[in-house]
Every structure is written in structure tokens, then in C-alpha cells.
């Protein structure tokens, strides 16, 4: 509970500002935690303290349930805080005349229209809902929408942000910036082998959080960095703990590939039993799990069997280097692996990129109903190829997508929509202008026949929410604002002066906006954002926790700390 707030002096729960809370508590103003199968994010934080490196082998997670935080008295029912107990079974709230934006066509859009939630769940999208004494969020020069989806997420990097700005994926030898900072050998082979399991905790969970205040209300995180079962346990806590739905996608130990002494304890893939058991049980719950079925590892036939085994959905990043062109075209044939692996229809397929992939593998990514997710600006950064939405225009598929490496680039969903909108309009645009010579009379041409229609606002939103769903297996529950599916909301403030005034309000959105105009989050009705501040988080502490790991890396790496190299 929070003293001042019940002794009538509503405060502000900045972070910046003086509060009578305990530094060392983070103050979770509403149960974040209730989802997750293991201990609190102090639990784990304060047992990483205190044991270090020599938490592994130690069983943190069964670790005390029980959370100080969980008391009913903090009511937070001034005039300006959340909906109480938002995401509680039978707790009603009504968000109030926002313009609609359902991304569910059967629902439709409106000027104006209310959005009555129940628990976790949306009952109802309409004008004038009568809602009895529900609370009411006042949405009135808002848009309410579906929260994004990034079907494709590297969360662990958070701690080693921007450090390669400039890269490429792979040396190409040049020794230029690009060349130097080259991902493969800096990331996977530099960095990410350093990493304890309290490294892997709190970038997850800080990048997590970092998205959350963006809106992205749902992640696949791909996690490569699954050194040991503890490291594996830390990725996966860390996604419960940020409260927001996601995939884990259980990938390789970065480097294991390439022989990297750190990763001893590689369980990767056989963990997944274990892992599928121990966290994912139920499918009540906000985290499910993804296997990860890299085709550039060695004997990657065992991951797909495993997953296949597992019944889960199978994804791999799918692009030009490492000879994965040829292995596309094997899975396509059904010869891949050990000579008899291939694409079926009955399994779920998430492909990550696809950039340089041949006639034949796409062919047979479309006939299995197989999932691709695009990663925009990167892979116009660091030459993974020319990112395929003009032959899934012609294929007749579309994308979800990919924030990727923050190592590199913004997770920011607002980047990775406007992106994709630039880049299939620049190649268009310019074969229609080629078309006519840039000469007169001819020098603004009539697209030839066959043109790609360009993209428009209303597609890159619905790569963002509801495709993203159908891609992670999760359009049941989210994606849009359909009554029955869980309320993964967003009010998007377009009052601010980067907006104002609206005349579109997809065009507003994908155009205009970014994450200054976030101003509440919703994840399963439970209020995780409000009016422009994160809620259950300390971010003192955690960015504190966060430079600790970022130190602790850089030095194991032997990398020195220069900010303007
Ligand atoms: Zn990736």
C-alpha cells in the first residue's frame, strides 16, 4: 500500500519524486505476478544478489510465493489512478468514448465508442455501453486499440543496447565500422557467452518492460541464450515477471555452434522437457513456449524433434548466410536433416526473415500455412537482403513483425510499422517511375500492369496486432478488440502536439506517432501503463541492476566501456 495515497495526498509514483516506499521494494501497485508459476521479481533479484554466480544448480524459483505487495488496501481511488484491482476475476471498468480502432473487421471502427472489460476479458465495443458503476477511464481524445505484437524480439541484448550501431551481421573483411562491430562476432560469440543467469533476468525483464511502455502488449522473445537450465529458468521467470503475454522461444546457447568454452552447460535442446513442464503446464497463463529449430546448428533434426514431440510451434531464422538457402530448399523437398525432414501442414511454423530464399522454399512456406515475421529495419541495416514483403505480396501472404536487435535498433513498434510502409512503398514507387523512362511526356507513368498494389496504413496495423497473433497461435486472446478475447488495450493520447488534430486516425497512429503518445496499457484488463507512467515497477532499481549486468559484461568480454568509439 502506498501511506500517502491512503492518508488522502495522492501521489505520483514517479520514480523521480520523493516517496515513502523502500528503495530496495519494488512497489508492485497491482499483482503482477499473479500468472507466473515461481516466486516474485524481488525474489529473484535479491537470491541473484546474494548468491551470484553460484545461484545455479539452485532451485531460486520455488523460492517464497508469498508477496508483500499483494494487499487489497491499496485502493489508489483518487480522481486520477487506474481502475482498482483491473484483470481481477469480476472487475469491471469501462474505457469511454475513444475513437475505436478494433482491428476486427466484424467489429468495426468508430468515431466514438466505448470498451466495457470484465476481469481479463472484453465484453463488449460500442457506442453508449451502459455499464452500471463500472469505473470509467475517460478516453475522450484518445484512440483505443489493440496492443502490438512483435512476433520476433532478442530481449536478452537489453543490457548491451545500441553497442553495435553501425554492424552488419557477419565480417565481411572490409574493417570498416560495420565490418568491426559485426554482430556475429561481437553478439553471439563476444557478449552474449559472458552472460550469469541474473544477466539474462533482468535484461529480459527490463527490455520487456521497455516495450510494455511502448505498447507492445505481446512479444515471441527468442532467447539464445540458454547456457544452462538456470539460464533457461532466469529468461523464462523474467517473462512472467514483466506481466505482459509472450512467447519464449527456446533457442540455442549463443555460440554453441562454434565450440565457446562458456557454454558448458549447454542443455539445448533436450531442456525442453523439463522446461515445458516445469513452466508451461497450463495454457491459463500469459507465457507460453515456442521451440527454436535453428537450421544453421549442427544436427538441428533433434530440436525439430523434439519440438514435433512437444507439440509446439517451431521457429527459426530463416536468411541468406550460413548456406540456409539450400537447407530451405532440402526442408522443402523433404529430404533436410538427417534425409528426411521437411515442412508439413499439421505443424506450426514461425520463419524469421526469409530474405534471399529461393521460388521453391517460399512455395512450400505457403502451401504448409508456415509464418513469416519481418524485421524491416534491421534487415535493411545489416544486410540480411531486401526484406520479402513484395514476394509475399505476390504469394498472397502477409507479414507479421520483427523489432529483432536492440543492440543495433529501437524496439519501437511505431519505427517498425512506418519502416515497413517506406520500404515496399520506395520499391514500388520507383519500378513504376522507371516504367516511364523519367522523361516527358511519360515521366509520371500509370503503374504497368502486375504493379504490387502499395502498402497502406491499415495493413501495417493489422502486421502489427492481428497478424502477429495468428502467427504466435495467441488470435484466440489477443490482436484486436473483439468482445471474448482478453482486453490487450492501448489508448493512444492524440492530443499531444505531435498529433493534433486528428483527420485519420490509422494514418494518426502509424504516421504520426510514437511513444509519447502511449499513454495507457492494458495486458488481460490489467492496467500495466497509466497516463504515461509504467506501473509495478521501481525503475531506479532496476536500471541500477541493469548497469551492474551491463559492467559485469563488458568486462568478462574484455570489451572496454567507450561511449563515443
Ligand atoms: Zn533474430
Not at 101 to 126: C, N, R, T, Y
Request: net charge negative; glycine share 10%; with cysteine.
Amino acid at each position: 500500500m502506498c501511506k500517502l495515497c491512503d492518508e488522502g495526498k495522492p501521489q505520483d509514483h514517479d520514480e523521480g519524486k520523493p516517496q515513502d516506499h523502500d528503495e530496495g521494494k519494488p512497489q508492485d501497485h497491482t499483482d503482477s505476478n499473479a500468472d507466473s508459476p515461481g516466486g516474485s521479481r524481488r525474489d529473484f533479484l535479491k537470491a541473484s544478489a546474494a548468491l551470484g554466480a553460484g545461484a545455479a544448480g539452485l532451485n531460486l524459483f520455488n523460492a517464497a510465493a508469498a508477496r508483500d505487495d499483494d494487499d487489497d488496501d491499496r485502493d489508489h481511488d483518487h480522481d486520477d489512478g487506474p481502475p482498482r484491482h483491473s484483470g481481477r476475476p469480476g472487475r469491471r471498468y469501462v474505457i469511454r468514448g475513444g475513437a475505436v480502432m478494433s482491428m476486427d473487421p466484424q467489429v468495426g471502427d468508430f468515431v466514438k465508442a466505448d470498451v466495457l472489460v470484465e476481469g481479463k476479458k472484453i465484453l463488449d465495443v460500442k457506442p453508449n455501453i451502459h455499464a452500471g458503476g463500472a469505473w470509467e477511464i475517460d478516453a475522450r481524445g484518445k484512440i483505443v486499440m489493440p496492443g502490438f505484437v512483435d512476433t520476433h524480439h532478442h530481449q536478452a541484448w537489453t543490457a548491451i543496447r545500441s553497442s553495435i550501431p553501425d554492424s552488419i551481421l557477419i565480417d565481411d573483411g572490409t574493417g570498416t565500422p560495420g565490418a568491426q562491430q559485426n554482430y556475429l562476432g561481437n553478439i553471439l560469440l563476444g557478449f552474449a557467452p559472458k552472460y550469469r543467469p541474473q544477466d539474462v533476468y533482468i535484461s529480459e525483464l527490463f527490455g520487456g518492460l521497455a516495450q510494455l511502455d511502448n505498447g507492445v502488449t505481446t512479444v515471441h522473445d527468442v532467447s539464445q541464450i540458454h547456457h544452462s537450465p538456470d539460464h533457461s529458468d532466469a529468461a523464462i521467470k523474467a517473462l512472467f515477471d514483466t506481466g505482459r503475454r509472450a512467447a519464449f522461444g527456446y533457442f540455442e546457447s549463443a555460440g554453441a555452434a562454434f565450440g565457446i568454452p562458456d557454454n558448458a552447460g549447454n542443455q539445448y535442446p533436450t531442456d525442453a522437457t523439463r522446461i515445458k513442464k516445469r513452466w508451461f503446464s497450463s495454457s491459463n497463463q500469459l507465457v507460453h513456449m515456442i521451440m527454436g529449430v535453428e537450421v544453421y546448428l549442427p544436427n538441428y533434426q533433434l530440436a525439430w524433434d523434439i519440438g514435433r514431440q512437444l507439440n509446439l510451434q517451431l521457429a527459426a531464422h530463416i536468411l541468406s548466410p550460413f548456406g540456409m538457402r539450400p537447407i530451405l530448399d532440402s526442408l522443402a523437398d523433404g529430404t533436410a536433416g538427417n534425409g528426411s525432414l521437411g515442412l508439413r501442414p499439421q505443424d506450426r511454423h514461425l520463419f524469421i526473415h526469409m530474405t534471399g530464399m529461393s521460388d521453391k522454399g517460399w512455395n512450400r512456406v505457403k502451401e504448409v500455412g508456415a509464418h513469416v515475421s519481418i524485421a524491416f529495419p534491421i534487415e535493411m541495416n545489416m544486410r540480411h537482403g531486401i526484406p520479402p514483403i513484395h514476394k509475399m505480396q505476390q504469394l498472397g501472404i502477409e507479414p507479421s513483425l520483427s523489432t529483432d536487435v536492440e543492440t543495433n535498433m529501437t524496439a519501437d513498434f511505431f519505427t517498425q510499422m512506418r519502416s515497413a510502409m517506406t520500404m515496399q512503398r520506395m520499391v514500388v514507387n520507383e519500378e513504376i517511375l522507371a516504367s516511364g523512362g523519367y522523361t516527358p511526356p511519360n515521366q509520371w507513368p500509370a503503374p504497368p500492369a502486375g504493379t504490387l498494389p502499395l502498402l497502406n496504413v491499415r495493413d501495417v496495423l493489422r502486421y502489427a496486432t492481428i497478424n502477429g497473433a495468428k502467427h504466435l497461435g495467441l488470435d484466440g486472446k489477443t490482436g484486436s478488440l473483439t468482445p471474448g478475447k482478453e482486453a490487450d488495450i492501448i489508448i493512444l493520447d492524440a492530443t499531444h502536439i505531435n498529433v493534433f488534430p486528428v483527420n485519420h486516425v490509422p494514418g494518426a497512429v502509424v504516421q504520426m506517432m510514437e511513444r509519447s503518445n502511449v499513454e495507457t496499457v492494458i495486458v488481460a484488463g490489467k492496467v500495466r501503463k497509466w497516463k504515461g507512467r509504467l506501473l509495478d515497477v521501481n525503475l531506479r532499481r532496476l536500471r541500477r541492476e541493469l548497469e551492474n549486468s551491463r559492467d559485469f559484461i563488458f568486462s568478462k568480454a574484455g570489451v572496454p566501456q567507450d561511449l563515443f568509439r
